[in-house]
């Protein structure tokens, strides 16, 4: 439905456009939600979205400049003059502004903060500064403060004067004269209280924060815990330098997951779309891993090598070599993949290996006998009895013990190594489905020829 709304709304504005009618314009587009205006530039060619970019008023072209892929926004800044460049710094909101010139070239981002204007040049350095995914570096400076000796008559005075120019002032921030954080006014709050009521006397002041230095994974988990709107950010010294808004969480968010999912198929994260990724870009991303794993399966080849008179003398062995490594995969990732995803969400630390461990291994004993029992009657009745291969109760054997003990060691495997990566300083992300593969693959290889040289006497 929003699709078939976005393509309405792209050729009444091409039509606008077209027929000149740019009073029209700019009136539909102050009408519209800016991530709709947003949607409908993006579906544009780049001559007609500079053009209808250039139409809009200040405040309303900040606000959808803010809202356009990295492409598309290097595209039109570096399209405009100095000074309509600086006007759109100017208008963005300094965290917004900080991104979009930690992907620009050097030369651009002078030129910007040359035409911009001095206070917010100064927030925006004030934020390069920071180390990349920290809270110092996704905050904006721009928040609402109060002092407590404020009455609420002048708190309110104050929110007109200044709220405009806020992210938001849903939650009112409480400093001293040395800016240290007090407490906290929620604006409900504030419009119940007498106006000659002190912000000291109610202001909330059990205040959850984060420090600029901390880890933006940690900052979304406590959006997560506390149901917050927006953080605060202190320094060392617990002075309040700027705050962190949900709709930056939710792309914090969106961003780690996707990271976490690339790392967990094996492909080297990459911040730019998938439809505007190059094909080099792409194989550089996927090949090193590619190649690593290619490599390291040539342990398992190795093992296979070294048994090939155990499977010369009973060749049906064969067969079941890929239904084993399969299982074993399977079964690994099935418990790598639950672990990492409770680590991704704090559930899960190194205090928990031995609970997790203990579980593991009962899933798998339930697992792996259930699956070795249904096998065992598959290779009975259908294999043997229908397809007539030469499987004896033995051979039948060495592959259903083989496939209990698989199954219990892939999952020990898969729900240790997430655990032990993370407390080793690793993304736990990295020791996903192909490394547990790999690794379970040689495992049940040594497994299953240890099960037949001790049944069938090889």
Same mark, same amino acid.
């Given at each position: ?19 000149? #009618? =740019? ?18 530039? *993006? ?22 400049? @803010? ?19 600086? @006007? ?14 930690? *992907? ?12 911009? /204007? ?49 992210? $938001? ?47 933006? *994974? ?36 969106? *961003? ?63 067969? =079941? ?67 007539? /291969? ?7 054997? %060495? ?16 729900? $240790? ?22 690794? %379970? ?6 497994? =299953?020829? #240890? ?8």
């Amino acid at each position: 439905m929003n699709e078939e709304k976005d393509h309405k709304d792209l050729e009444e504005f091409r039509d606008l456009l077209r027929n000149k #009618r =740019y009073s029209d314009l700019r009136e539909k587009a102050a009408e519209m939600n800016e991530p709709d205006v947003a949607a409908v530039l *993006e579906m544009m060619e780049d001559e007609d979205m500079l053009k209808m970019f250039r139409l809009f008023p200040k405040g309303l072209a900040a606000d959808v400049f @803010s809202l356009l892929e990295q492409d598309s926004q290097q595209y039109i800044i570096t399209s405009l003059s100095d000074k309509e460049a600086g @006007s759109i710094i100017d208008n963005l909101y300094a965290d917004d502004a900080a991104d979009l010139l930690e *992907e620009m070239p050097a030369n651009v981002v002078k030129r910007l903060l040359a035409n911009a /204007n001095p206070e917010t040049r100064k927030d925006i350095n004030h934020l390069l500064r920071y180390p990349e995914e920290s809270a110092g570096s996704i905050m904006t400076t721009e928040f609402m403060d109060l002092k407590e000796d404020m009455t609420a008559a002048q708190a309110f005075a104050r929110i007109r004067q200044k709220g405009v120019d806020s992210e $938001t002032v849903n939650v009112l921030y409480v400093l001293s004269s040395k800016r240290v954080l007090l407490g906290t006014v929620g604006l409900r709050h504030l419009i119940m209280m007498p106006e000659d009521a002190r912000v000291g006397d109610f202001m909330h002041e059990e205040v959850v924060s984060c420090t600029t230095s901390e880890d933006q *994974e940690t900052v979304a988990q406590i959006f997560k815990k506390y149901d917050f709107t927006a953080l605060p950010v202190v320094d060392n010294e617990n002075r309040m330098v700027g705050i962190i808004t949900v709709d930056d969480v939710i792309d914090i968010m969106e *961003e780690e997951a996707t990271e976490d999912i690339e790392k967990m198929a094996a492909i080297t994260p990459s911040e730019k779309p998938y439809l505007k990724t190059g094909i080099l870009d792409t194989v550089k991303a996927r090949l090193p891993w590619l190649l690593l794993l290619m490599v390291s399966a040539t342990f398992t080849g190795q093992i296979i090598s070294s048994f090939e008179s155990a499977l010369a003398a009973v060749t049906i062995l064969t067969a =079941y070599i890929p239904m084993l490594m399969d299982t074993g995969g399977n079964a690994g990732s099935q418990a790598s993949v639950t672990i990492i995803r409770g680590i991704s969400l704090d559930e899960i630390s190194i205090h928990n290996l031995k609970a997790v461990i203990w579980k593991e291994m009962r899933v798998a004993l339930a697992i792996g006998v259930t699956l070795a029992a249904c096998n065992f009657a598959k290779l009975m009745l259908i294999d043997r009895g229908l397809f007539h /291969n030469p499987i004896t109760v033995y051979v039948a054997l %060495v592959i259903c013990l083989t496939l209990v003990v698989t199954v219990f060691a892939a999952k020990l495997v898969g729900c $240790t190594l997430p655990i032990i990566a993370k407390q080793l300083g690793f993304d736990p992300a990295v020791m996903a489905s192909p490394f547990i593969t790999t690794i %379970v693959d040689a495992i049940s290889l040594l497994i =299953y020829f #240890r099960f037949a040289t001790i049944l069938l006497g090889l």
